[in-house]
């Protein structure tokens, strides 16, 4: 029982840790903007040619930067969740193979 306070007590600071390392920047910097590649690499191209038309658009245009950043963000959380799901799955597999007694066939 001990040894589940003591894990949970340690994942619960390194969570307010992400939470911190996350949430700081944004109130430090209040009135910067937080733009991606992509408005970067239209302004260069822009900059380099003035006649260039882009090739695609988006299919769905969101609202506003924050939406896109939501959105990414979103994306890369479902990511990691799915990744680290099988990692634990595959872990987990493995564990109760090396636990289960061998039958020997003959």
């Known amino acids: 029982m001990n040894n589940k306070k003591h894990t949970f007590t340690e994942n619960l600071i390194l969570l307010l840790l992400v939470v911190a390392i996350a949430v700081v920047p944004l109130f430090l910097h209040r009135d910067s903007e937080f733009e991606g590649a992509d408005g970067k690499a239209e302004e260069t191209i822009t900059e380099v040619n003035e006649n260039y038309k882009p090739w695609a658009k988006p299919l769905i245009e969101p ?8 959105l990414f963000a979103l994306q890369a959380s479902l990511g990691a969740a799915v990744i680290f799901y099988i990692l634990g799955y595959l872990k987990g597999k493995n564990q109760k193979k090396e636990t289960e007694p061998q039958t020997v066939k003959s």
């Open 63 to 70: 609202p506003g930067g924050e939406t896109e950043s939501l």
